[in-house]
C-alpha cells in the first residue's frame, strides 16, 4: 500500500477542522472596484476557483483609509466592503472552503496620493523606506515613497481601534477567521524591527516597547474574535520594503512567545523574501527559535515546492505550509499535488491590477 501523503493529512487549526495542509497565502492582486476599494463578483469567483485550498488567507486589505498603500487593493472599513467580502466568504462556503482575512495597515509604505487629505504616510519614527516603491493609479508606473511622519503617542489608541474595527467588520462580511499583517514592511513590521523603530516613548526603543503596539493589536483582534480564530504573519529576514533588524532570532522569538502566552491559533512565518529565489535557503535558526517558544500551529511560507513541504512536515519543521505564486496559476494545486500533475505557469506581469485574464481565467485540470 502507498504511503499516505502528508500534505492530505488533516488538521486542527484553531477550532477549524482543514482537510489538507495545502494553504493559499494572503496575495495582493489589486482588483477591488472603483471609487471605495470594493470586493467585487470576479474576486469572488477567482476565491471561489481556489476553494480545495485547505485555508485561505485573503489579500491583505486596509482596515482604514489610512492603512492603504497601493492603488486597487481592497478594504474593510466601508458598508460597500463589507457586503462585497460577504460575496466573497459566501462563494467560498458554498463551493466547501474556509476563508481568513488578512487585516493590513500599510505604515510607511504609501504615498500622499492614496492618503486622506494627500497627508503624508505615517510610521513610527521618520524614516524613508530607501528604495521601496508604490503604484498610486493605472498608469503611474511604480512611485518612490516619501519619508513619513511618525506617529504620536496620543494616535496609538487610534491604531488599535482601526484594527479592531476592521476585525468587527470582517465577522460580519462572514470570515471564519483573521490574520494580523505583521510582515513585510508594513506598520506593526514597521515597529517590531529596529530598523525602522527608532522611537524613544513606551512604543520603541527597548524591544519590550517595539513589541506593545502590534501585541496591542493582536489583543483587539482577539477580543473580537477569540484565540480560536486569530493568527499572525510574521517575516523575521525579509528585507523587502527597505526593512533591517539587528537580531532578528531575538525580536521575533520575543514577539512568538508573546502571541503564545496570548493563546493564538498559528503564526504563519515568511521565511524567505516574499518574492524571493531562495538564494539564502531558510532562516533555520530563527525558525527553530519561534518554534522553541510558539506552542500552536506554525505555518510556512516562501517558495515551497510540494516536495519540499511533505519533506519540513514530516521532519515536524512545519504544520502547514501557504502556497502563494502556484495558487496564483492553478485554482486546483490540492488535486495536482495529489496526483503530481503538472502546474501551470504563473504571468507576472497580471499579478497586480487588470481583469479576468490571469486573474479566474487559469485552467484546471479537468479542462485540459
Ligand atoms: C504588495 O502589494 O506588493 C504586497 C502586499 C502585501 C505584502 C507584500 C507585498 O505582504
Known amino acids: 500500500m502507498a504511503t499516505p501523503d502528508v500534505l492530505f493529512q488533516p488538521l486542527k487549526l484553531g477550532d477549524l477542522e482543514l482537510p489538507n495542509r495545502i494553504l493559499m497565502s494572503p496575495l495582493?492582486?489589486?482588483?477591488?472596484?472603483?471609487?471605495?476599494?470594493?470586493?467585487?463578483?470576479?474576486?469572488?469567483?477567482?476565491?471561489?476557483?481556489?476553494?480545495?485550498?485547505?485555508?485561505?488567507?485573503?489579500?491583505?486589505?486596509?482596515?482604514?483609509?489610512?492603512?492603504?498603500?497601493?492603488?486597487?487593493?481592497?478594504?474593510?472599513?466601508?458598508?460597500?466592503?463589507?457586503?462585497?467580502?460577504?460575496?466573497?466568504?459566501?462563494?467560498?462556503?458554498?463551493?466547501?472552503?474556509?476563508?481568513?482575512?488578512?487585516?493590513?495597515?500599510?505604515?510607511?509604505?504609501?504615498?500622499?496620493?492614496?492618503?486622506?487629505?494627500?497627508?503624508?504616510p505615517v510610521a513610527p519614527s521618520a524614516i524613508k523606506p530607501e528604495g521601496a516603491k508604490t503604484f498610486i493609479s493605472a498608469d503611474s508606473g511604480m512611485v518612490d515613497i516619501p519619508t513619513p511622519r511618525a506617529l504620536t503617542t496620543e494616535e496609538m489608541p487610534d491604531i488599535v481601534a482601526q484594527y479592531r474595527k476592521g476585525a468587527e467588520n470582517a465577522k460580519q462580511a462572514g470570515f471564519d477567521g483573521v490574520e494580523v499583517h505583521c510582515a513585510n514592511g508594513y506598520l506593526l513590521d514597521q515597529f517590531l524591527r529596529s530598523g525602522s523603530n527608532q522611537r524613544d516613548d513606551d512604543y520603541g526603543g527597548s524591544l519590550e516597547n517595539r513589541l506593545r503596539l502590534p501585541l496591542e493589536v493582536v489583543h483587539a483582534v482577539v477580543d473580537v474574535w477569540g484565540v480560536e480564530r486569530v493568527g499572525v504573519r510574521v517575516s523575521p529576514t525579509g528585507s523587502f520594503n527597505a526593512m533591517q533588524d539587528d537580531n532578528p532570532e531575538e525580536t521575533f522569538a520575543a514577539f512568538a512567545k508573546k502571541l503564545d502566552a496570548l493563546g493564538i491559533a498559528f503564526i504563519e512565518v515568511v521565511e524567505d523574501s516574499f518574492q524571493g529565489n531562495h538564494a539564502n535557503?531558510?532562516?533555520?535558526?530563527?525558525?527553530?527559535?519561534?518554534?522553541?517558544?510558539?506552542?500552536?500551529?506554525?505555518?510556512?511560507?516562501?517558495?515551497?515546492?510540494?516536495?519540499?513541504?511533505?519533506?519540513?512536515?514530516?521532519?515536524?519543521?512545519?504544520?502547514l505550509v501557504t502556497f502563494g505564486r502556484p495558487f496564483i496559476a492553478n485554482p486546483d494545486l490540492p488535486e495536482r499535488f495529489r496526483r503530481n500533475a503538472p502546474l501551470n505557469d504563473w504571468d507576472d506581469s497580471t499579478f497586480y491590477g487588470g481583469d479576468e485574464h490571469g486573474y479566474t481565467d487559469y485552467p484546471f485540470l479537468s479542462d485540459t
Open 28 to 120: 495582493t492582486r489589486s482588483r477591488a472596484a472603483q471609487p471605495g476599494d470594493v470586493p467585487t463578483a470576479m474576486n469572488a469567483e477567482y476565491y471561489r476557483q481556489r476553494a480545495s485550498a485547505g485555508l485561505i488567507i485573503a489579500e491583505a486589505t486596509q482596515v482604514s483609509p489610512q492603512g492603504k498603500g497601493y492603488a486597487f487593493t481592497p478594504g474593510i472599513h466601508s458598508q460597500a466592503q463589507i457586503e462585497g467580502w460577504r460575496q466573497v466568504t459566501s462563494a467560498v462556503h458554498a463551493a466547501g472552503g474556509r476563508i481568513y482575512l488578512q487585516l493590513w495597515h500599510v505604515g510607511r509604505i504609501s504615498h500622499p496620493e492614496l492618503q486622506p487629505d494627500n497627508a503624508l
Open 281 to 319: 535557503g531558510r532562516p533555520e535558526s530563527v525558525i527553530e527559535a519561534i518554534q522553541a517558544v510558539f506552542s500552536r500551529t506554525y505555518i510556512a511560507n516562501g517558495n515551497y515546492t510540494a516536495d519540499e513541504a511533505r519533506e519540513r512536515i514530516t521532519a515536524g519543521k512545519t504544520d
